[in-house]
């Protein structure tokens, strides 16, 4: 085995020594070394000129990043809600009796590691973990033990994948059980297209016409903000920088969301497209895909994608011999729900700790390297093919007033048929709950744990802009479901992902959560129920970026929505009811002192 | 350059192209509170005390630039609560011991409690586990304190411009920390300017301790923010 030295030597020479690759350094040092240890950091820190805690700031901040080994197989369970849900207990404990370790430990000789994990985008089949990279859905106790086992006779994990997924997935370059259930398909994203025909239209227009027809479509992010495509174009277009970039944020990390993972598998030509045509729009060369890291099992066949559209002229020099050129590179993630906010990204593509920017300047003032950039989502820039060769007035026929064409819904929990679906911006929550099969839903989770939780009431409402938001994500949860379970997997994980740099976000959720688990211990009055609410409004107000100033919302919307569940657990007849008992808390110095404690009522 | 005109609680204020609304507010008289603000650095907008609301939206001060015609409002009952708020979090968040402090007196968290009148924190204390790191030779830094504000990260440097002090993890584990390497070859000066800095007592120069007595403090007089308020 190489020296550390000399692996970490040709890691960073292999980047150009530069320091914006630093994410893709920590990434290339930890595969070869098994952690990024001190000495590991001072090396780096040290052929780069930089300070230590520079390089250890960036380590620390990402999940997927060890400064210590988790294993030669390192074993992520999902424990998102969902997979709560389909049996997540379960399937962790046949781990830690397989393993022989409790989660959040490795193996004392350093074969296995077992840690959580935040939503890895496999809701519609979990539970679900990731193992050195390799995706495993579906999981029962039975395959645990033959993972376990394998794992144990030292197989390479690729081979303890024993049934491969519909469609891309079981391409060479994928090979994943992952299965794609496509429910709906719709005319935006899923009508046949002939490759390279969008981009040949565009270049066949002004980069401003282009911008224009967006605009006509009325196009909105599909990430979750709704932020008018067109308009983030032409401030792009028109900021002014040497060169200009595209960002594809493909780090779809919104608990229950995995549309992106979808078109990334089956459409990945089609996004590549569209990130040529918004590149002709804004005047930008260079493209840059960042891919969350739970999907590195897409990384080679998105390589490979790319190379055919080079090879086609799709990408690469003079595209469509027009004289325009374009070319994309994939940026790994790893691990940080904050990275999709999208000058958080841009931070993260540079390096560093993903840690979202104060704005103004916003990103298509100075985004990467200081350059104006677009960042748009993986599903816009699908759209944007689909407008060039239908126009925007085709595509802003549907849809309401303020939302056109349609949404890709990811959709899971407690229904028949979990999967993603293409429909028109405006469908009630009533028609998709027909349509996937949910029907007994007591609650439904419209746009991850940052949007809303509505009941019975509101199902008649309508999925868009205008109404109930969603980038997405869309979590039925059944009659029989405890809620308050719920609110606070979504609790933990706001607190878990909370990047810790202003105070409401970083303290205020640890605070919320308290409060949470106060009024669900039974130990806690109205007075309570209305602190929390109150509490909420704080931490969403002062919050510096969308993670804070939704974070709250599992409560708070809980609180507006389901005010009956928090009502039947508060004590009424009094107004403080105090956590602290004293019977628990002397009962170890009575029994050392031999004495039977008496506590008066008082 | 022309100078911009804008409003705060509905006075005429006037300020320079570029300045954000903490600068231009205190040039007019008005203060607003801060906590990571330190004039000379990067802001940072880390502690959100300046929340001020422009155009029905909340926005950090220290972080936002005054346009032409900007209505800012500043002491309505709301967001001097929220301030209020952020530091009772920033005192459960943390473990803080004034009357044992060597910055007792000099501090702008302790400040801001007072001037806001915090009795009890409306918030549960969280009792965190913080460490101490005493094995640095011009410096203690005592993360017990630490409000995780970036003016040590942001103002201390080396001569060739390598950060000394960083953060790592994330969430409410952020903790600051040091290179060692470079911490070791900081100087007396450095040292107090990184105590200085710190607005709390997380970072303390060694072997120096209570030079003004307590009583003759920068806050022990006057409450924080009475140096940029008129009359």
């Given at each position: 085995m190489a020296s550390l030295d000399a692996v970490v030597k040709q890691v960073v020479s292999k980047y150009g020594n530069d320091r914006t690759r630093l994410m893709d350094i920590i990434t290339d040092v930890q595969t070869e070394l098994g952690c990024v240890s001190d000495e590991a950091v001072a090396q780096i820190a040290k052929i780069l000129d930089l300070s230590k805690v520079d390089v250890e700031g960036v380590i620390t901040f990402y999940h997927f990043f060890t400064k210590t080994p988790r294993g030669k197989y390192t074993v992520y369970l999902n424990n998102s809600a969902v997979a709560n849900m389909k049996g997540r207990a379960a399937i962790a404990k046949a781990f830690e009796d397989a393993v022989g370790c409790s989660f959040g430990r490795t193996t004392s000789d350093g074969l296995i590691g077992l840690y959580d994990t935040s939503c890895i985008g496999m809701n519609d089949q979990e539970p679900a973990a990731i193992i050195n990279g390799v995706v495993f859905t579906n999981l029962t106790q039975e395959k645990v033990k033959e993972i376990v086992t394998g794992m144990k006779a030292g197989k390479d994990v690729k081979d303890l994948v024993k049934e491969y997924g519909d469609g891309a997935n079981q391409s060479d370059l994928i090979r994943a059980m992952v299965k794609n259930n496509i429910m709906r398909k719709g005319p935006v994203l899923f009508a046949p297209y002939e490759q390279g025909s969008a981009i040949k239209a565009a270049l066949s227009k002004k980069p401003e016409d282009v911008i224009e027809e967006i605009k006509i479509a009325n196009l909105r992010g599909r990430?979750?903000?709704?932020?008018?495509t067109g308009m983030k174009w032409e401030f792009c277009r028109k900021a002014e920088g040497a060169k200009h970039y595209v960002i594809c944020n493909a780090d779809e990390g919104e608990p229950g969301t995995f549309k992106d993972r979808v078109i990334l598998t089956e459409l990945p030509h089609m996004l590549f497209e569209g990130m040529a045509i918004a590149g002709y729009a804004v005047g930008a060369q260079e493209g840059i895909i960042y891919l969350r890291a739970e999907y590195l099992y897409l990384k080679k066949y998105l390589e490979k994608v790319l190379e055919d559209l080079r090879a086609k002229n799709i990408l690469g020099k003079n595209i469509a011999g027009k004289g325009f050129d374009f070319d994309i590179r994939i940026q790994m993630g790893a691990g940080a729900y904050v990275c999709g906010e999208e000058s958080a990204l841009i931070e993260s593509a540079e390096g560093k700790r993903g840690e979202p920017r104060n704005r103004p300047p916003f990103p298509v003032q100075k985004g990467y390297l200081g350059y104006p950039t677009t960042v748009n989502n993986v599903e816009t820039l699908c759209c944007a093919v689909r407008i060039m060769l239908e126009g925007g007035e085709w595509f802003a026929k549907m849809g309401t007033a303020q939302s056109k064409g349609t949404k890709l819904l990811s959709v899971s929990g407690d229904c028949q048929n979990p999967g993603i679906y293409e429909v028109e911006f405006g469908t009630t929550v009533n028609t998709l709950l027909e349509m996937v099969g949910g029907r007994t839903a007591k609650a439904v989770q419209v746009g991850g744990p940052s949007g809303t939780c509505i009941s019975k009431k509101d199902f008649g409402r309508r999925i868009c802009f205008d109404d109930l938001a969603t980038g997405g994500s869309i979590i039925i949860i059944g009659p029989d479901r405890d809620l308050f379970e719920i609110v606070h997997n979504f609790m933990d994980f706001f607190v878990e992902e909370s990047c810790g740099w202003c105070v409401p976000c970083r303290a205020g959720n640890v605070i919320l959560k308290q409060k949470l688990e106060k009024i669900m211990s039974g130990k806690a009055s109205t007075k309570d129920v209305q602190e929390l609410e109150d509490w909420c409004k704080i931490v969403k107000a002062t919050s510096r970026c969308g993670l804070g100033q939704t974070s709250p919302n599992p409560i708070y919307t809980t609180i507006q929505n389901f005010r009956e569940m928090y009502e039947a657990k508060v004590k009424k007849d009094t107004d403080y009811v105090s956590t602290f008992d004293l019977l628990a808390a002397v009962e170890e110095s009575c029994k050392a002192a031999g004495r039977i404690p008496k506590v008066e009522e008082h | 350059m022309s100078t911009i005109n804008f409003t705060i609680d509905g006075k005429a204020c006037k300020a320079k192209p570029g300045q954000t609304i903490v600068e231009a507010a205190k040039d007019n008289g008005i203060y607003i509170p801060t906590l990571c603000h330190f004039e000379g650095l990067k802001p940072a907008g880390t502690c959100r005390i300046c929340t001020v609301k422009v155009g029905g939206r909340n926005m950090a001060a220290c972080t936002t630039p005054v346009t032409e015609g900007m209505v800012v409002e500043n002491k309505t009952a709301d967001l001097e609560d929220y301030r209020k708020a952020i530091i009772e979090m920033l005192f459960v968040e943390g473990n803080h011991m004034c009357p044992t402090c060597e910055k007792s007196g000099n501090c702008e968290l302790q400040a801001l409690g007072y001037r806001y009148m915090m009795?009890?924190?409306?918030f549960p204390f969280l009792f965190p586990r913080r460490t101490l790191d005493a094995s640095l030779p011009k410096i203690v830094i005592e993360r017990n304190r630490c409000v995780q504000c970036l003016r040590c990260v942001r103002g201390i440097t080396t001569a060739d411009g390598k950060r000394i002090f960083g953060v790592v993890n994330r969430g409410g584990h952020v903790e600051i920390t040091v290179d060692k390497d470079l911490a070791a070859s900081m100087t007396d000066e450095m040292a107090q300017k990184a105590m200085d800095l710190c607005p709390v007592g997380a970072i303390l120069k060694k072997e120096v301790g209570f030079a003004i007595p307590i009583g003759k403090r920068k806050f022990d007089s006057k409450p924080i923010g009475s140096e940029i308020e008129k009359a």
């Amino acid at each position: 085995m190489a020296s550390l030295d000399a692996v970490v030597k040709q890691v960073v020479s292999k980047y150009g020594n530069d320091r914006t690759r630093l994410m893709d350094i920590i990434t290339d040092v930890q595969t070869e070394l098994g952690c990024v240890s001190d000495e590991a950091v001072a090396q780096i820190a040290k052929i780069l000129d930089l300070s230590k805690v520079d390089v250890e700031g960036v380590i620390t901040f990402y999940h997927f990043f060890t400064k210590t080994p988790r294993g030669k197989y390192t074993v992520y369970l999902n424990n998102s809600a969902v997979a709560n849900m389909k049996g997540r207990a379960a399937i962790a404990k046949a781990f830690e009796d397989a393993v022989g370790c409790s989660f959040g430990r490795t193996t004392s000789d350093g074969l296995i590691g077992l840690y959580d994990t935040s939503c890895i985008g496999m809701n519609d089949q979990e539970p679900a973990a990731i193992i050195n990279g390799v995706v495993f859905t579906n999981l029962t106790q039975e395959k645990v033990k033959e993972i376990v086992t394998g794992m144990k006779a030292g197989k390479d994990v690729k081979d303890l994948v024993k049934e491969y997924g519909d469609g891309a997935n079981q391409s060479d370059l994928i090979r994943a059980m992952v299965k794609n259930n496509i429910m709906r398909k719709g005319p935006v994203l899923f009508a046949p297209y002939e490759q390279g025909s969008a981009i040949k239209a565009a270049l066949s227009k002004k980069p401003e016409d282009v911008i224009e027809e967006i605009k006509i479509a009325n196009l909105r992010g599909r990430g979750g903000a709704g932020f008018p495509t067109g308009m983030k174009w032409e401030f792009c277009r028109k900021a002014e920088g040497a060169k200009h970039y595209v960002i594809c944020n493909a780090d779809e990390g919104e608990p229950g969301t995995f549309k992106d993972r979808v078109i990334l598998t089956e459409l990945p030509h089609m996004l590549f497209e569209g990130m040529a045509i918004a590149g002709y729009a804004v005047g930008a060369q260079e493209g840059i895909i960042y891919l969350r890291a739970e999907y590195l099992y897409l990384k080679k066949y998105l390589e490979k994608v790319l190379e055919d559209l080079r090879a086609k002229n799709i990408l690469g020099k003079n595209i469509a011999g027009k004289g325009f050129d374009f070319d994309i590179r994939i940026q790994m993630g790893a691990g940080a729900y904050v990275c999709g906010e999208e000058s958080a990204l841009i931070e993260s593509a540079e390096g560093k700790r993903g840690e979202p920017r104060n704005r103004p300047p916003f990103p298509v003032q100075k985004g990467y390297l200081g350059y104006p950039t677009t960042v748009n989502n993986v599903e816009t820039l699908c759209c944007a093919v689909r407008i060039m060769l239908e126009g925007g007035e085709w595509f802003a026929k549907m849809g309401t007033a303020q939302s056109k064409g349609t949404k890709l819904l990811s959709v899971s929990g407690d229904c028949q048929n979990p999967g993603i679906y293409e429909v028109e911006f405006g469908t009630t929550v009533n028609t998709l709950l027909e349509m996937v099969g949910g029907r007994t839903a007591k609650a439904v989770q419209v746009g991850g744990p940052s949007g809303t939780c509505i009941s019975k009431k509101d199902f008649g409402r309508r999925i868009c802009f205008d109404d109930l938001a969603t980038g997405g994500s869309i979590i039925i949860i059944g009659p029989d479901r405890d809620l308050f379970e719920i609110v606070h997997n979504f609790m933990d994980f706001f607190v878990e992902e909370s990047c810790g740099w202003c105070v409401p976000c970083r303290a205020g959720n640890v605070i919320l959560k308290q409060k949470l688990e106060k009024i669900m211990s039974g130990k806690a009055s109205t007075k309570d129920v209305q602190e929390l609410e109150d509490w909420c409004k704080i931490v969403k107000a002062t919050s510096r970026c969308g993670l804070g100033q939704t974070s709250p919302n599992p409560i708070y919307t809980t609180i507006q929505n389901f005010r009956e569940m928090y009502e039947a657990k508060v004590k009424k007849d009094t107004d403080y009811v105090s956590t602290f008992d004293l019977l628990a808390a002397v009962e170890e110095s009575c029994k050392a002192a031999g004495r039977i404690p008496k506590v008066e009522e008082h | 350059m022309s100078t911009i005109n804008f409003t705060i609680d509905g006075k005429a204020c006037k300020a320079k192209p570029g300045q954000t609304i903490v600068e231009a507010a205190k040039d007019n008289g008005i203060y607003i509170p801060t906590l990571c603000h330190f004039e000379g650095l990067k802001p940072a907008g880390t502690c959100r005390i300046c929340t001020v609301k422009v155009g029905g939206r909340n926005m950090a001060a220290c972080t936002t630039p005054v346009t032409e015609g900007m209505v800012v409002e500043n002491k309505t009952a709301d967001l001097e609560d929220y301030r209020k708020a952020i530091i009772e979090m920033l005192f459960v968040e943390g473990n803080h011991m004034c009357p044992t402090c060597e910055k007792s007196g000099n501090c702008e968290l302790q400040a801001l409690g007072y001037r806001y009148m915090m009795m009890a924190p409306r918030f549960p204390f969280l009792f965190p586990r913080r460490t101490l790191d005493a094995s640095l030779p011009k410096i203690v830094i005592e993360r017990n304190r630490c409000v995780q504000c970036l003016r040590c990260v942001r103002g201390i440097t080396t001569a060739d411009g390598k950060r000394i002090f960083g953060v790592v993890n994330r969430g409410g584990h952020v903790e600051i920390t040091v290179d060692k390497d470079l911490a070791a070859s900081m100087t007396d000066e450095m040292a107090q300017k990184a105590m200085d800095l710190c607005p709390v007592g997380a970072i303390l120069k060694k072997e120096v301790g209570f030079a003004i007595p307590i009583g003759k403090r920068k806050f022990d007089s006057k409450p924080i923010g009475s140096e940029i308020e008129k009359a």
